[in-house]
């Protein structure tokens, strides 16, 4: 096992990519936080799912874009599992919208939970990694950090400024063994683009820029986010790791 007597938190660990992610974290030996804003359902039962492989676990709600939910999400984990050793920043919201019918509130809420949220978990989280000269960080970005794509310009540049976050704290937290990386998913069928799969012809026109022809499951990206929380990766900080079928070569 790779991540044994590991603490993690997940943001968004409630449903589809965090939810494997945290469930894989758990098979690797690690006690997981499972954070949620809204599904406490969802959240409690990703908590029996890992208690039933033996480790500790906990669901959190929290708003990672507000900074005062953020701090007692932290100190909640921290006194219940123990000292964070590893943070997945994943919670993440995306609503397609034309540039010219795209609202303030709409840009807010994407660019508010998707980068401001990385931030603020990230930070709050760090700084206590700092005292104990070690963390794993892992950002969840998107392949449309690199690809601009109709009606998405809001989570475009939310995912766009996670990669360069990602190399602003891997930068500033080196010194304090802090590794911070990214981890850009391809599409993957979850909750966030389930009626955009149901559409024959948006799926059809996708298919054709994935060399490897299929829509990815969360759990194709469990081993690449293993690799980033574990020693593995220990030599590797503030870079971009691309699981997406090929996109990034079409
Ligand atoms: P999803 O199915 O919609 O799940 C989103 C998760 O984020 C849920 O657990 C949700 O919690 C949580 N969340 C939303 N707003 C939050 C907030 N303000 N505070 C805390 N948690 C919040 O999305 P997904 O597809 O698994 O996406 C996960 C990450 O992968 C996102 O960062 C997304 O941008 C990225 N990604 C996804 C794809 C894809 O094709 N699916 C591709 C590239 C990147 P509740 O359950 O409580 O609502």
């Not at 991540?3 to 939810?19: C, D, K, N, Y």
């Not at 758990?26 to 936080?33: L, N």
């Not at 994407?110 to 950002?139: C, D, E, P, S, T």
């Amino acid at each position: 096992m790779k991540l044994e007597r590991q603490v993690a938190l997940v943001t968004g660990g409630s449903r589809s990519i965090g939810r494997a992610v945290a469930l894989a974290f758990a098979r690797e030996g690690a006690a997981v936080a499972v954070n949620y804003v809204s599904h406490a359902e969802e959240a409690e039962s990703a908590v029996r799912e890992i208690e039933k492989q033996g480790r500790r676990a906990l669901a959190v709600r929290a708003d990672a874009s507000q900074r005062a939910q953020v701090q007692a999400m932290v100190d909640e984990v921290t006194t219940r599992l123990g000292p964070i050793d590893i943070l997945v920043n994943n919670a993440g919201v995306q609503k397609r919208v034309f540039f010219l019918e795209l609202d303030e509130a709409d840009w807010d809420w994407m660019l508010g939970v998707n980068l401001k949220g990385y931030f603020l978990v990230g930070q709050a989280v760090a700084a206590r990694m700092k005292a104990r000269g070690r963390g794993k960080i892992i950002n969840v970005s998107s392949e449309a950090a690199g690809f601009p794509a109709p009606r998405m310009t809001a989570y475009c540049v939310s995912k766009a400024g996670v990669a360069m976050l990602t190399k602003c704290m891997a930068l500033e937290l080196a010194p304090y063994g802090i590794r911070v990386n990214a981890l850009a998913p391809g599409l993957t069928r979850t909750d966030i683009n389930r009626k955009d799969l149901e559409d024959d012809t948006f799926l059809k026109a996708r298919l054709t820029r994935i060399p490897l022809g299929r829509v990815m499951a969360p759990e194709d990206l469990v081993g690449a986010a293993i690799f980033l929380a574990s020693a593995d990766s220990d030599m590797m900080t503030g870079m971009t790791l691309q699981v997406d079928g090929g996109r990034g070569i079409t």
